[in-house]
């Protein structure tokens, strides 16, 4: 993903004295200490600068088998989505469900589409609402022509977060909206979804005409609704092809899902309080935004591989779609063109992670089985990335390393 230029001064200094931290030795089992021994030379690959820090853990038992600034404070790109994804998932649950609602009006020909923040709502969704709104019209008897009103208010005005770079919005995420349409990016995704479900009522013989935007009253009688789409669908998506809208989206629905409103700064504490409740320290995060495009957002290697042990380590089920979602090496979402050539091939379809670029930024967080048969957990996070070398292949090695083969 391009974007403007990175403030690398920001974090440089700090996180260059971290990476004097050796390779840990916590490792318990002859092949960690392998796979720590393996590591020294690939983690210290020129390719991937002076700004990197590597952390690899035991995903069942959480020991270090090898780290290098752990605990530093890097931008994390879209790995980001991790963190996403684990709080959405812990707060709602992986069976929630998105309602996107047509409810009446103060009199019998006003309607009012209400929007839900389902992040994964299409087009063929939204003209199912409209025929199941036609079809309880014309049972009801209520004759037309309509107004049709809109309720948004679910998420405030959108702003962009801090950290996104000017045209990042909407090139890179939508303006947040509690109704747009997946994979849309125009300036207004709402007047998108609008046009599409108008269309879909005329189309059904409803005479109807927009009336602007209104707020819906908690006891309005319901017409219709769609709630089809479940939250583990949303976030399989948002995860294998790094769906920011879908991310943003989330962000808010945990703030809310929590008690919060859907601000930057509520999702914000409502991530963190999240996160605090599955166990994460929280002490050094700066969680900005839910995608990751912010170049505000701090994440360590070692919060990122703490939240992949809950992932996997079977005590939290709630969390499994985190897992489904996971790009697979050499073969899908943003990993599909991946793990091509020697030596990180051959690891090709055994590593299971989230990818995140910025410019300057690279990064990889995931899982893969070791040749104990057992679940490494790893994240590496390149800052101030050099533009000389192939970082993606050094930064992929490091991954086919933990995995055994490299």
Known sequence: ???SPWLAALVGPVVAGALLVAPSAQATTAVDAQIARDLRGPAAASALGSDVT??????????????RGADARQIPASTMKLITAATSLSTLGPDHRFVTRVVRGPSPRQLILVGGGDPILTAADLTRLAARTARTLERQGTKGPFQ???????????TPAKGWAPGDSPSYAAAVRSLAIVGEYSSDTTATALAIFV???R???????????TVAKDDAEQIASFDDNRLSDAVELMLRVSENNVAEILFRQVALGRGYPATWSSSSAAAREALSALGIDTAPLRLVDGSGLSSHNRLTARTLTDVLDLV???KHPELSPAFD?????????????RFSAPPASCAKGDVFAKTGSLTGVNTLAGVT???????????ILVNAAPSYGDLRLAIDTIAAVVHGCA
Do not use: H, Q
């Open 1 to 3: 993903m391009s974007r």
């Open 54 to 67: 590597v952390y690899v853990a035991d995903a069942d038992t959480g020991a270090a088998i090898f780290e």
């Open 148 to 158: 049709l009103s809109l309720d948004d208010y679910l998420f405030p005005s959108p």
């Open 199 to 201: 269309a879909a009522l």
């Open 203 to 213: 189309d059904k013989g409803v005479s109807v005409a927009y009336a602007g935007r």
């Open 312 to 314: 996997v380590d079977g």
């Open 325 to 337: 979602g996971l790009p697979v090496a050499g073969e899908t979402g943003t990993l599909a063109y």
């Open 369 to 379: 089985r070791g040749r104990d048969g057992e679940w490494k957990s790893f994240a």
